[in-house]
C-alpha cells in the first residue's frame, strides 16, 4: 500500500532562517506530487505541483521554492522565512492521468517568530 | 482564476440533526472531490463526483453533483459527534490541480 510521509512534524523557525520540508512518498512510482499551506482555521492554497522528476509549477508568487530530485521526493524550501510563512504545510499525491483523488501526509506545523 | 466558495464557513449542530453543506464554482468542473480533515489533522479524501446530476451515498453522506458541474453539496444526516471536523470541497477544472473551497466547519452539540 502506499504511504506519505513528512518531516518534521512542526518546527519553530525565526525570522529570516533558511527552511526545508521534505516529504516522499512510498509504494507508487510516478506520482504527482503537491505542496499546499493551510492558514489557521482556513482553506487549501496550493503552493505547487510537480509531475515528474525536476518539473515544477509554482502556483503563486512567493519566497518559497519546491524541487524534486527524485521520483517519490518533493522538497519545500525558503532562503529567508517570513512571518506570513507561518501555517500548516501539507504534501499530497495523486497516482496521475487516471486517479485524481489526493492522499495526505500528515503535514509540519510551521511556526516562524 | 477559478474560485470555489463554500457555505456556511461554520455549522453548529444538535446531534442527530440533519445540515447541509454547498460549495460553488466560478466555473465548469470535470470533477469535484470532497475531503474531511478532523481537529488537529490533514485532509482525508472522501469521494469523487464527475457525472452531471451524480449522486453518491456513503453511509448518513449523500454527495451531490449539480446537472451544470459548477455545484456540489453534502448532507449529513443523523449527525453524530464522530463527524466533528471540517469539510472541504475541492474542483478539478483542467490539468491535476484542485481548487479547495474555504470548508465548512462542523461543530456537533451533544
Known amino acids: 500500500s502506499q504511504t506519505i510521509h513528512q518531516w518534521p512534524a512542526t518546527l519553530v523557525q525565526p525570522v529570516g532562517s533558511p527552511l526545508s520540508l521534505e516529504c516522499t512518498v512510498e509504494?507508487?512510482?510516478?506520482?504527482?506530487l503537491y505542496w499546499y499551506r493551510q492558514a489557521a482555521g482556513r482553506g487549501l492554497q496550493l503552493l505547487f505541483y510537480?509531475?515528474?522528476?525536476?518539473?515544477i509549477s509554482s502556483e503563486v508568487p512567493q519566497n518559497l521554492s519546491a524541487s524534486r530530485p527524485q521520483d517519490r521526493q518533493f522538497i519545500l524550501s525558503s532562503k529567508k522565512l517570513l512571518l506570513s510563512d507561518s501555517g500548516f504545510y501539507l504534501c499530497?499525491?495523486?497516482?496521475?492521468?487516471?486517479?485524481?483523488?489526493?492522499?495526505f501526509g500528515p503535514g509540519t506545523r510551521l511556526t516562524v517568530t | 482564476g477559478q474560485q470555489v466558495m463554500q457555505i456556511p464557513q461554520y455549522q453548529h449542530v444538535q446531534e442527530g440533526e440533519d445540515f447541509t453543506t454547498y460549495c460553488n464554482s466560478s466555473?465548469?468542473?470535470?470533477?469535484i472531490q470532497w475531503y474531511k480533515q478532523r481537529p488537529g489533522g490533514h485532509p482525508v479524501f472522501l469521494i469523487q463526483?464527475?457525472?452531471?446530476?451524480e449522486v453518491k451515498k456513503q453511509k448518513r453522506l449523500t454527495f451531490q453533483f449539480g446537472e451544470a458541474k459548477k455545484n456540489s453539496s453534502l448532507h449529513i444526516t443523523a449527525t453524530q459527534t464522530t463527524d466533528v471536523g471540517t469539510y472541504f470541497c475541492a474542483g478539478m477544472a483542467a490539468g491535476n490541480k484542485l481548487t479547495f473551497g474555504g470548508g465548512t466547519r462542523v461543530l456537533v452539540k451533544p
Open positions: 509504494g507508487t512510482s510516478n506520482p504527482n
Open positions: 463526483l464527475v457525472k452531471s446530476g
Open positions: 466555473t465548469t468542473l470535470s470533477n
Open positions: 510537480s509531475v515528474g522528476i525536476g518539473q
Open positions: 499530497a499525491w495523486t497516482g496521475g492521468d487516471t486517479s485524481y483523488e489526493q492522499y
